[in-house]
């Protein structure tokens, strides 16, 4: 059983950054792909980034390539967000998962563990 606790969220202005991290606990950590989704109020769960077991393929959403960057640490058990250039439509809770098929990292159902969730809110 893996354990995910998302940090890093808060309120930031329009064009801000911030850096989001997932610690993992109680599994194997470099053998789960890892990706991040998040939810705005009323909205369904959408797919932002993933990483693949050894960091070396990443994958990301339209609406955040080239504004958003995902990376791990293995030595660390830790996945990362960097968000920059953040807009209020990235305002959302950003949840962080493992995935240990990671076949279709870009699909909510991929995966087998979720953290809490850590609010993102970008005034404008």
């Known amino acids: 059983q893996v354990q995910l606790v998302e940090s890093g969220g808060g309120l930031v202005q329009a064009g801000g950054s911030l850096r989001l991290s997932c610690a993992a606990s109680g599994g194997t950590f470099s053998s789960y792909a890892m990706g991040w989704f998040r939810q705005a109020p009323g909205k369904e769960r959408e797919f932002v980034a993933a990483i693949r077991r050894s960091g070396g393929t990443t994958y990301y959403a339209d609406y955040v390539k080239g504004r958003f960057t995902i990376s791990r640490d293995n030595g660390k058990n830790t996945v990362y967000l960097q968000m920059n250039s953040l807009k209020p439509e990235d305002t959302a809770v950003y949840y962080c998962?493992?995935?240990?098929?990671?076949?279709?990292?870009?699909?909510?159902?991929?995966?087998?563990?979720w953290g809490q969730g850590t609010q993102v809110t970008v005034s404008s």
């Open positions: 998962a493992a995935s240990q098929g990671g076949v279709g990292v870009r699909s909510y159902s991929t995966y087998d563990y």
